[in-house]
């Protein structure tokens, strides 16, 4: 690629650099020309070719946060995994900056199964990936598409699809909703046709968070203007452009879940506002399904919907291991 990138050089992630690892940058390419930046984590001692694992999300988040964790603990226990920036987000390119796409972001998750597809040191029959929260979703799209994945984790998952049409719960599930919703952004696209800018829709509210709010909405404060802020995370600060999702509200990434034959393990909290996607998700997964025997939901008892995010207590690393290990052979 043509880009002269400046890649940060010194470690500024949000969690401690193991010893056990090691980490570099590495950068490739979409179908689409954009050029995307990760964090490559792996072994300081191994034996022949390794499994290797993708990891991304959450939605607004950077490689610098949770995606970067599940890399380098999953590295910890022996495989070559990379943390990516989507396109248009943190330190990958493509402009205007703060834009998604259920199909752009499909096939990020596709160009890193074509990057560590070609490494010398990754055995190319053993690729997985891990998808979290808005991720999740968009990782059961690409195993849906993508026949070189053999295993999917989703870690407390977010439809974006069903979320951007029907509101949370899907509480604004309506057709009148959506088109109030509708009529809102097409007004925002003229405005940012007349000022030739995006106006951004806000991050994360500031701490402290005002007593009334929603608990979840506390807890993404909490972890993302908190103990995981980083300069170039959405969430951290003025998040997605207004219209960043609009896309989102047609497009059901979704519909042939039922025909992935590649295991998947699907991983939520309990107490999490958002484990109804993962519920649902697995059942439309299943229900009807010839693939269903090597698919298994897995709920966190007590756990919130950041509590996988950084919490090392709770995030089943060792159940994930096995899950990679028996199914990425």
Known sequence: MSE?????TKWD??????????????????????????????????????????????????????????????????YLTIAFDPSFTGESTGTPRYMASPDINTEDFQAAVDFLSVQDNVDSEKI???????????????????????????????????VNANGYFDADNSEEKRYENKK????QRIEDFKTGSYARGGG??????????PFFVKDYSEYYKGRAYHSRSLNS?????????MSFMNQP?????????????????EKAHSCYFSKDAFKDMTENSKYADNKELMIIPNAVHTDLYDNLEIIPFNKIDKFFKDNLK
């Open 4 to 8: 002269n990138l400046e890649l940060v």
């Open 13 to 78: 992630k949000t969690f401690e650099q193991s010893e056990k690892v090691n980490h570099r940058k590495v950068t490739f390419h979409n179908r689409y020309g954009i050029t995307l930046v990760a964090d490559l984590y792996e072994p300081k001692s191994y034996e022949g070719k390794l499994p290797a694992i993708a990891v991304c999300g959450p939605f607004g988040a950077v490689k610098e946060q949770c995606s970067g964790l599940y890399a380098q603990t999953m590295a910890e226990k022996g």
């Open 128 to 162: 997985g990936i891990i998808g979290i929260c808005g991720w999740g979703g968009m990782a059961l799209n690409v195993a849906a598409l993508d026949t070189r994945i053999k295993a999917t984790v989703t870690s407390t998952m977010y439809d974006m699809t069903r």
């Open 184 to 187: 809102s952004l097409n007004a």
């Open 204 to 213: 994360c509210l500031e701490l402290p968070v005002p007593e009334d709010a």
């Open 237 to 245: 600060n003025e998040g997605w452009n207004i219209t960043g999702c």
């Open 253 to 269: 990434i979704l519909k042939y879940s039922n025909e992935i034959r590649s295991a998947v393990l699907v991983i939520h909290g």
